[in-house]
């Protein structure tokens, strides 16, 4: 059974809120639905996080019952895994993001931006195609960020995607030169891929039978597929 500190009332939802409603706690409960399980790997999900906050917010929720952290007998390796009742929270983190799409006016701002949190976020969803050759290594040159931000690589081996933010002198098979802005946008169905492509906000360089397939290896956030409400309608996202 989940405990919650009190909030002085007797109702569900601020026992609710007491847990999930500090900062960053719904962000590291998005990675853990997302199938994280390492410390690193959440970590990677919450770029502009503390590991040391990380840390406090994995302990707070293993102690209201949400997560469950468990060593490895063999090797020094901790994992976290949802509960049920931490996986039954996966439909609050959903429709939370679903609601956000839906009715709020999402454009944050340059300076704001993490494209680190984007590129992991492509790499979780990009799918490998048997028509690729193996390896196959996509670089992408995000032009609008600091040189830092600039570069990352998606190496696609076999079943696997990994992402990769240091030049190894990478025998590169397509590049994807765009800006981080464009490219959320397209990653979050608020662009149109061919439509970048055509207006010359992306550009891609390299074989042309394996750039038709972009669209399959890129994929898109399951947001993508929801019915943004109209302009008029939506709320703004104070700061953006």
Not at 7 to 22: F, H, K, N, V
Not at 74 to 102: I, R
Request: overall charge neutral; hydrophobic content about 40%.
């Amino acid at each position: 059974m989940i405990k919650a500190p009190g909030y002085g009332q007797y109702c569900p939802l601020s026992m609710a809120a007491e847990i999930l409603c500090t900062r960053w706690t719904m962000l590291v409960m998005r990675e853990l639905v997302f199938g994280y399980t390492s410390f690193n790997d959440i970590s990677r999900g919450v770029p502009r996080m503390s590991r040391s906050l990380l840390s406090s917010r994995l302990k707070e929720l293993a102690n209201s019952g949400i997560v469950k952290k468990t060593k490895s007998p063999t090797h020094n390796h901790t994992k976290y895994t949802l509960t049920p009742a931490g996986d039954a929270l996966s439909k609050v983190v959903f429709s939370m993001a679903d609601w956000a799409q839906e009715w709020l006016r999402i454009e944050p701002a340059l300076e704001d931006f993490d494209s680190d949190h984007l590129m992991w976020n492509i790499r979780h969803k990009a799918k490998p195609h048997p028509e690729l050759p193996n390896p196959f290594i996509v670089h992408f040159f995000l032009h609008d960020q600091t040189k830092k931000r600039q570069d990352s690589w998606l190496i696609f081996e076999g079943d696997q995607v990994d992402l990769c933010i240091i030049d190894r002198d990478f025998d590169v098979d397509m590049q994807i030169s765009v800006t981080a802005k464009t490219l959320a946008r397209i990653y979050l169905g608020r662009s149109e891929l061919d439509d970048a492509i055509a207006t010359g906000e992306l550009e891609v360089l390299g074989d042309e039978k394996y750039a038709k397939l972009l669209p399959e290896l890129l994929g898109r956030s399951r947001l993508a597929n929801i019915l943004i409400q109209p302009e008029e309608r939506r709320a703004s996202v104070p700061g953006t």
